[in-house]
């Protein structure tokens, strides 16, 4: 049973999930953003996974991704998802600070389906915990 501390966390992912989705309805012109709030919806997945982790000390009210990241690397069962969320990071990143970065199909596509690798992952995981 997840604590109510992830459970909190757990309840960010999904509005971010639902999030993304409505910007991309409503805001066509501005889909690169849906990517940021993907990896939004990421972080806080993974933060209501890492916070309940036995044997690992995580502050989720941190702010540092090098905490995260440090946590992550900690959990062999994350491997996979890791990768994918440092991909999505990137992007969202890239999204946000580069002026000349042109978002494209293949961009939300691949941010769909890390995402959606990562909640593979962490969800069945999450529920068992």
Known sequence: MMSENAADYHA???TN????TEMEKQFPAHRGWTCVVRFYAALHLMNAYLIDKQNLRFDPESTEHK???HAMA????????????SWLKNLSESV????AYEYADEDRADSIAWLAKIVAI??????KA
């Open 12 to 14: 960010l992912f999904l």
């Open 17 to 20: 999930v639902a999030l993304a």
């Open 67 to 69: 905490a995260r990241n």
């Open 74 to 85: 900690q959990c062999p069962e994350l491997r996979d998802a890791r990768e994918k969320y």
């Open 96 to 99: 946000r600070y580069d002026v």
């Open 122 to 127: 962490v969800e069945p995981k999450l529920k």
